[in-house]
């Protein structure tokens, strides 16, 4: 069974820093990995797809980058804003002949303080 | 270009009753999927509908039910509502080929009395 973790749970961080958010996933065998911002109750907004065979995927300030084989991705935010403060979710599809129900992490609620 | 649009955005039941949360997906999505997410918690599978049939569930018991339309929008269906059922429900669409990015919706929040 898939799990996936997320650390840290929350973050808090001065405006104009640069973060990592991190997420491992116990089973190696996926499909693609999306990273999501949730703002308070809110939908989720997709912010970067990595497909199984990419490395990394970048969106102006935001770098995801993917390690399969050890079961790790970690979302970079270059200079952050205030406006960044939400939180952040990964998740793992599995592979097509598996079905494509996503598994998330609890997420990382990060606070960029002005 | 439309998004994935929920609704109602907020309901209040009480124990017992019965609730029907409606979806439309993203313009040329052919795919629904349904999450409950808990506060505090990541979202967690319902279940997916494609060509009107329900193709994968997640460890939800019979009370939730489900349907797809052909024109693609989607109905979440919970009878015998628990105050347990008490989350944000969430509706995510795609498209069954290519790259399979999901795309939410505003999700419908449910409190139960």
């Known amino acids: 069974k898939q799990e996936v973790t997320q650390i840290p749970a929350a973050l808090s961080v001065p405006e104009g820093e640069n973060l990592v958010l991190n997420c491992s996933f116990t089973d190696s065998a996926i499909y693609n990995l999306q990273w999501f911002r949730q703002d308070p109750g809110k939908g989720l907004t997709s912010l970067l797809l990595?497909?199984?065979?990419?490395r990394e995927q970048t969106s102006g300030r935001l770098n995801a980058s993917l390690d399969k084989s050890s079961g790790r991705s970690t979302l970079y935010i270059a200079a952050s804003q205030p406006g960044d403060s939400a939180t952040y979710l990964c998740a793992v599809r599995p592979p097509e002949t598996s079905g494509s129900r996503l598994t998330f992490g609890e997420g990382t609620q990060l606070t960029v303080n002005p | 270009d439309a998004g994935v649009t929920q609704s109602p955005t907020h309901l209040i039941k009480t124990r017992g009753q019965q609730v029907t949360l409606r979806c439309s997906p993203k313009s040329g999505h052919d795919t629904v999927s349904w999450y409950q997410q808990a506060l505090g918690q990541g979202p967690q599978f319902i279940f997916q509908y494609y060509e009107e049939e329900e193709r994968q569930r997640g460890n939800f018991p019979d009370r939730f039910s489900g349907h797809q339309f052909p024109n693609y929008s989607s109905e979440l269906n919970v009878n015998a509502l628990l105050l347990g059922d008490s989350a944000l429900y969430l509706c995510?669409?795609?498209?069954?080929?290519?790259?399979?990015?999901?795309?939410f919706g505003e999700g419908s929040r449910l409190t139960v009395l």
């Open positions: 990595i497909q199984s065979s990419q």
């Open positions: 995510a669409s795609s498209s069954f080929g290519g790259a399979r990015e999901l795309f």
